[in-house]
């Protein structure tokens, strides 16, 4: 781990992203030393910063201790976690507003990559609905920022051990993400992702399938996506930047078996990772 650009493990108990969740996190998949889409995941970091107001570090100095991390480690999963930090004067400042000068924390850390099963990626996964309703904070949607109370609560929900990703729905039950990916459906022909401009994080890989689609002249539509169409679409499938994405086959005794455009666009996506 490094803290700062120090290894260490340890922050100021005045640090604004433990008091506050004050701060943003990328994560992201090395693998064989290779930061995969760091570019895109450095201009997320730069996008929820500034929504934030916090001052995002340089891209030069971030690249140069990614690079150092992955020497040592080359394969896992990566955290970076960017905070608010402390005022100028390494002190901390009661009261929730945030000060005028502050020196960013910024925290690496990895970890190996989860041993999910290789054929949830063919085969699909079963999920479940979420009991929890997002909150709508249009200044905070798309953010990746420190505060995901919801889906820790969300999380805690269920123990079933065959249920691989649990989604959320809005308080007008709109379904919105999963737990901890983007949600995208085939309707009609179409492709179809939920709208993300009241709540949600928009992901990295969100981003990438809607690219795919753009180059091969598939429609696509951005909008708010109801239970009843989420449980009647041809596919579903879910994304995020360690899964990669898994189509859904199960959702509220609802059953898929075939995803053709889903397995395109997987087999695509991965065709890029390994250029």
């Known amino acids: 781990m490094l803290v700062n650009g120090k290894q260490g493990n340890s922050i100021s108990i005045r640090d604004r992203g ?8 990328r994560t992201l998949r090395a693998f064989h030393g290779k930061a995969q889409h760091w570019t895109l995941h450095y201009q997320k970091l730069q996008h929820d910063c500034a929504a934030l107001g916090i001052t995002c570090l340089d891209s030069a100095l971030l690249t140069t201790e990614l ?19 402390l005022v100028m004067n390494g002190l901390g400042v009661r009261g929730y507003a945030p000060p ?122 951005v909008r708010d996506v109801g239970l009843d169409e989420v449980l009647h679409a041809d596919e579903l499938f879910v994304v995020n930047s360690i899964i990669g994405m898994w189509p859904i086959r199960e959702l509220e005794q609802r059953y898929w078996s075939d995803f053709p455009i889903a397995t395109q666009i997987r087999h695509d996506l991965n065709e890029q990772d390994v250029r």
């Open 18 to 25: 433990l008091l506050y969740g004050d701060g943003v996190f």
């Open 67 to 85: 690079d150092h991390l992955l020497t040592q480690y080359p394969d896992g999963a990566v955290k970076l976690i960017v905070t608010r930090g």
């Open 100 to 221: 005028a000068q502050a020196t960013p924390t910024h925290i690496w850390d990895i970890s190996p990559l989860p041993d999910y099963p290789v054929d949830r990626a063919t085969i699909g996964i079963k999920a479940r609905l979420c009991q929890l309703r997002l909150s709508q904070q249009p200044r905070l949607a798309g953010v990746k920022h420190l505060n995901r109370l919801e889906n820790v609560l969300a999380a805690a929900e269920s123990n079933d051990a065959d249920i691989a990703e649990e989604l959320l729905m809005d308080a007008e039950g709109n379904v919105i993400e999963g737990i901890r990916s983007n949600l995208f459906l085939v309707s009609r022909g179409k492709l179809v992702t939920p709208d993300l401009s009241r709540c949600g994080v928009a992901g990295v890989q969100r981003d990438r399938v809607i690219a795919w689609a753009a180059q091969h002249n598939m429609a696509l539509e």
